[in-house]
């Protein structure tokens, strides 16, 4: 190769390089699921079709905040021995260890949060804000939240307030950084947190009766997508080893069935909010429910010990 | 030679102006779009893209019977409005805020549990010839428990 052409290859990889850092990176993002042959449009025309066929995809799944919301949404009660003890954090020194219990410390903030477990709350907090320090993530959880927690530590809007936005930060923080693996390990942690504690705080003898079950069957609907939020991530060791475990917890949940009917749209003047009205049927049996509980704390315990 | 070293100094600024826009991104999603979900509790989840005129996103999300959701999806102010319905799982369309003159909230509680798909498109100018518009837009939920 002479020098003109190794300088034109040059050209040509920063040109690719510097066209995947500006289309690449975004957060939360995939590409379109086919490839699409390349070809340079001729007007501004062509350039608005090509537009028009790219799609971003974003998958949510329940934060932690809502999670421990629909712990206490149905009526359960706090039970301090379900959280990761804040005793363990120095353990976690990789990243996928630090990245999942953000997640897990996290949910267990939240959860201590909405029962008023004053006392958990600024231990909580610096734990959390120790994995995100080891992450690297900058700003995500500041002395001045911590300073603000311990200031209305008896006021919940502003404490959920709090909690809420350091997560924001952490995450923002990953997405917008070309972290989206780890960005999903955190999501992960907090989301498989709280199907523990929800598990864990179902007796048998209530099976039958405990709204908390309703909650659990739930959900099912998020399961496809935490398992394509981690795909878009495989390759990634720390992720593939998620997938293997999530995949076990997707067997047994796909034993659950979930019909749906016809979903409504009514308008309630009174609340001035649109009632989504439809009719579901489950089935879970004690059965598969104690095989779900088994799988979700042996994920949960390999995360936090 | 020259060009070899300048290069590498297009490459990074080319990687600084990406993760620049990134920062403005979030600072717009918590300056514009948080805001706009109060008295909800925002679920600390943050969804926030660069989109070009003409240009399509979809989120997909389990909202749960227990709760009460506003949804908030607001773009810069240089692109044109931006349109979002939401949809079930039959592609049912249940909600489309071109129908509300492109509100950018829309309360909603549920009677069983759904998973649902938004899709937020970027209306267009119309202005052929021109170069299409691109800005932040940026989809926050906030919930509340069900009174």
Redesign the interface.
Known sequence: MDKKNRISSVVFLVFILAISLITGCKSGTKPPKEEQEVKLPENITEIKQDIDQAKKIFSALPSPLESAMLIKSAGANFDEKLLNPVSKQNNYVTSKSMALNLGVYTCDLSFASLYEQTNLLIPYMEAAKRMADGLGILQAIEKEDIDRLEENINNSEVIMDVVSQTFMNSNSYLSDNGQPATAATVLVGGWIEGLYISTQLVEMKDFNTNKLVGRIIDQKLSIDILVDLLNRSKGVPSIDELIVQVSKLKAVFDKIKITTGAVRPEYDQTSNSTVLKSEVTTDMTPETFLELSKIVAEIRNSFVN | MR??KT?PV??IL??AF??SI??Q??AF??KECLPELQPY??????????????????????F?????YRVSIVGESKLPAIEFKVL???K?V??SNKDKDFAST??????????LKIVVKVS?FNK?????ASGCVA?M?G?K??K
């Open positions: 060009l070899i290069i297009i490459a080319v990687f990406s993760g990134d920062a991104c979030k999603a918590k509790t925002h679920d600390g989840n943050y969804h926030a893209a660069v989109l070009v005129e003409g240009e399509e996103a979809e989120l997909y999300k389990t749960y019977s227990d709760m009460e079930d799982i039959n049912n249940l909600y829309w309360d909603f509680k549920l009677q069983a549990s759904q998973q267009s052929p010839g021109d170069t299409p989809i939920f919930f428990m069900k």
